[in-house]
């Protein structure tokens, strides 16, 4: 059997080395970078892109629950966001994408809701009992007061600043979604209802 020219070999091994190579750093280079797909992500938001927001932030769609929908429209349509900085460690498969969030502070909002809900509640809790609103009237007088508070001029703002973290699938980066990272877009709603729920746990205990 006849060897192999060493020389040749080596040439073989070194042409197989610089395409391969070649190949990793053809995948890096078409790899959407961490801090584009956060940015899209936070685009969708804004946007209240139901689909995008499923791709990236996972959870379920709201285009069966429109009176949802719009409020989400009010809740996300003044969200601004500064990307700070990120970091990406393609070996490790890992990035962390550092965003600077504004949004209206939902924790005031719902405040002064929570005290209009109540108040309307008293009111009519005297009323005779053919005269109280339905269920169903109620829920629409809710509506309309959390509707109007979000809608209005100059809503007092708070910044969050997160890590949003992704990890890297099938050479693409994929956003870890987080409560926190959520909780400053929606302006610290979720913070909010914690407490609530958490302050009456402790009063019923």
């Not at 994408?97 to 009111?123: G, P």
């Not at 890590?163 to 909010?192: C, H, R, T, Y």
């Amino acid at each position: 059997m006849k060897k192999c020219n060493p020389k040749l070999t080596r040439v073989l091994a070194t042409l197989v080395a610089v395409v391969v190579l070649l190949s990793l750093s053809a995948c890096s280079l078409t790899r959407t970078p961490a801090k584009d797909v956060v940015e899209a992500a936070l685009k969708a938001a804004q946007t209240v892109d139901t689909e995008a927001i499923h791709t990236y932030w996972g959870g379920g769609s709201f285009k069966d629950q429109e009176t949802r929908l719009e409020i989400m429209k009010l809740m996300l349509g003044g969200m601004t966001y500064n990307i700070v900085n990120s970091v990406e460690d393609a070996k490790a498969g890992v990035a962390t994408v550092t965003v600077e969030i504004t949004n209206v502070d939902m924790q005031k909002i719902m405040t002064s809701f929570l005290t209009q809900m109540l108040s309307k509640a008293f009111s009519y809790a005297f009323l005779p009992e053919d005269q109280q609103p339905t269920d169903e009237e109620m829920d629409a007088m809710y509506l309309a007061d959390l509707t109007s508070l979000l809608s209005q001029d100059n809503n007092p703002t708070v910044t969050n600043t997160v890590d949003i973290e992704l990890n890297l699938v099938d050479n693409e980066w994929q956003i870890v979604p987080s409560d926190k990272a959520i909780d400053a877009m929606l302006g610290g709603i979720s913070s909010f209802t914690d407490a609530l729920e958490n302050a009456v746990t402790f009063d019923e205990g």
